[in-house]
């Protein structure tokens, strides 16, 4: 249906009926015949579409803000960052993020609802608390950016990270909101730090959001390098890795290791459009999909969604035909009230 709608699409009088849908750090899920997008903002912003184009305010998955968040990042500003939303044994399981912009005073949580259907008497989000933390000075890891993947025994992860050391796995218990004992970690991707850089600063190692996608014989590791959030000075821009082991090595299409700097380029940025990233990834009605955002240059470098069908080379390597920047626009047709 996505695919059908971009074939015909470009803009005109249907793009200046609704704006845009100004998103950061997307990602989505279906249940039933209703998409849902959860995205960085007050509280968790969700919006919900039949046709994954028109969007509708939905909710936010909390009112105000947990009731730990103050107490790991003292200037948290309501804002929860970068989540992922996974359904798990009939239950929808919400992870997200807590920090401070530029600090690894940071921390992950997870919040349980049974449906996402807003009309539902089953309708609640339960906040099960942190899961993993990071300190500045004790841990050379930034506890942002979850994204979880079952492996192919079942087993679930979570990857996580943002510049510093780079992006980490962890593996999650059964319970899902809370780390596998003994606890199992990898380092699947990294970039160079300077010497003599501050422990309690980010850097220059410009990696961050890691999602993992399983198809086929491999998982595919997507991370963003570059700079966000600038407008025409973005950098931001999305490379993979593959392996045959969720813990990898993720090994680019050289050969090089994701941990040791590597990386291939699956999507840059134009003069239109000169940043984008922190992509998800799914498979809806048999079709692949890379979900993310990026920054529209003649909007103020505003971030905008943007959706794009997966293609497959033949050595089973995913790609983006880049001209989906212009020919995907979303619709906003209703807000929070």
């Excluded at 997507?222 to 966000?228: E, R």
Aim: glycine fraction near 10%; hydrophobic fraction near 35%; charged fraction near 20%.
């Amino acid at each position: 249906m996505l695919s059908i709608a971009l074939a015909g699409f470009s803009g005109g009088c249907w793009a200046q009926q609704f704006p845009q849908l100004d998103i950061h750090d997307p990602v989505m899920i279906q249940e039933g015949d209703t998409y849902y997008l959860f995205s960085t903002g007050p509280g968790i912003t969700i919006y919900k579409s039949d046709d994954m184009i028109h969007w509708d305010y939905s909710d936010r998955a909390f009112a105000t803000e947990p009731d730990w968040a103050r107490s790991v990042a003292p200037g948290f500003n309501g804002h929860l960052w970068a989540p992922d939303i996974i359904e798990h044994n009939g239950l929808f399981y919400l992870y997200y993020s807590v920090s401070a912009f530029g600090k690894n005073t940071s921390a992950m949580g997870v919040a349980v609802n049974k449906t996402l259907d807003t009309r539902s008497e089953d309708y609640h989000w339960q906040d099960k608390g942190m899961i993993l933390q990071s300190i500045p000075h004790r841990d050379s890891f930034n506890a942002i950016d979850p994204a979880i993947i079952f492996d192919k025994k079942g087993t679930p992860w979570m990857s996580f990270g943002s510049f510093w050391g780079g992006l980490k796995m962890v593996q999650l218990a059964d319970d899902l909101v809370s780390l596998a004992q003994p606890e199992q970690w990898a380092t699947i991707a990294k970039l160079s730090r300077e010497p003599f850089t501050n422990e309690a600063e980010p850097g220059a190692a410009q990696i961050e959001a890691p999602f993992i996608y399983q198809k086929g014989e491999y998982y595919y590791l997507f991370v963003s390098y570059g700079l966000c959030c600038r407008g025409d000075d973005s950098t931001y821009h999305i490379a993979m890795g593959r392996s045959k082991r969720v813990t990898g090595p993720y090994l680019d299409k050289q050969g090089k290791d994701l941990a040791n700097g590597g990386g291939s380029v699956l999507l840059k940025g134009t003069k239109a459009w000169p940043g984008l990233g922190h992509n998800s990834a799914y498979q809806f009605n048999g079709k692949d999909y890379l979900v993310f955002h990026a920054y529209e240059s003649a909007d103020q470098g505003l971030q905008k969604l943007k959706i794009a069908e997966i293609s497959w080379t033949d050595d089973h390597w995913p790609s983006i035909d880049p001209k989906v920047l212009d020919t995907y626009r979303s619709a906003l047709r209703t807000t929070k009230k």
